[in-house]
């Protein structure tokens, strides 16, 4: 059944694929289940193996300033530690300087839920399992990044379309950084053994962070299957989110 997606004023068009999650106006794409080869061999920490996925809804973007924004007026959430999150300028831009623990509670109250580390990395790399969202090559041009930004940081989070994934998810490489769900083993995915909906270790010092950023120009850093640690109290102005929703 198609999804009916909100337009403007009370005009809507049918979308397949597609939802709007009421609570913050995210919209979300349908991926679907199955399996995949999650990792490219180019880490330590990222063998190739075969992993199943139940299908999930994935946030086409990274949540905004305006919508986390709408999570602190509602009393619920911390302010950034930056200013610009309150400027119409960069209303549409990702939220950046929040962590791990205001991403989840974000995610709580707007009933869905940060990704996975698989979640994530599939949504990014696409039904053919790319290198890059866009291809198996690296092209500074889809995305932001350092070579490209000048004298500017984040860009508003529909840019670079040249960039979107075979699933439509935008900037899953560059702009910012963003956090997963999972606690950071890099030898999870050796050793686990778990071949089905992994989420990660039960424990750890440090979440996932995944995508590369506008800081950033290290091709590899924003490679669909790169694994990164943060502590989950740090805010920096690189690392945002998005999120997605299960099918219960």
Not at 27 to 51: I, N, R
Not at 99 to 112: H, I, N, P, T, V
Request: aromatic content about 16%; proline content about 5%.
């Amino acid at each position: 059944m198609p999804i009916l997606i909100k337009t403007g004023k009370a005009k809507y068009r049918a979308e397949p694929g597609l939802a709007v999650n009421a609570k913050d106006g995210s919209l979300l794409v349908w991926v679907p289940s199955g399996e995949f080869e999650m990792g490219d061999g180019q880490g330590a920490d990222c063998p190739k193996h075969k992993v199943w996925l139940d299908g999930y809804w994935m946030g086409v973007y990274c949540v905004t300033n305006r919508q986390y924004g709408r999570f602190v007026k509602d009393g619920k959430g911390r302010e950034p530690d930056n200013q610009k999150w309150k400027d119409a300028a960069f209303a549409k831009h990702p939220v950046v300087n929040v962590s791990w623990d205001d991403c989840a509670a974000y995610a709580k109250w707007a009933g869905l839920s940060l990704p996975t580390e698989a979640q994530w990395e599939k949504a990014c790399r696409g039904p053919k399992g790319l290198i890059y969202p866009w291809g198996k090559e690296w092209d500074e041009k889809r995305c932001r990044n350092s070579g490209n930004k000048g004298n500017e940081e984040t860009a508003v989070v529909g840019a670079y379309a040249a960039g979107v994934s075979g699933y439509g998810t935008y900037q899953q490489s560059g702009n910012v950084w963003e956090w997963c769900a999972d606690w950071y083993d890099k030898d999870y995915y050796k050793a686990s053994g778990v071949s089905k909906n992994p989420v990660g270790p039960a424990t750890g010092s440090g979440r996932v962070y995944r995508g590369g950023c506008w800081w950033d120009g290290v091709a590899s850093f924003f490679r669909g299957a790169s694994r990164f640690i943060y502590v989950p109290a740090f805010r920096y102005a690189y690392l945002g989110f998005r999120l997605v929703r299960m099918v219960s």
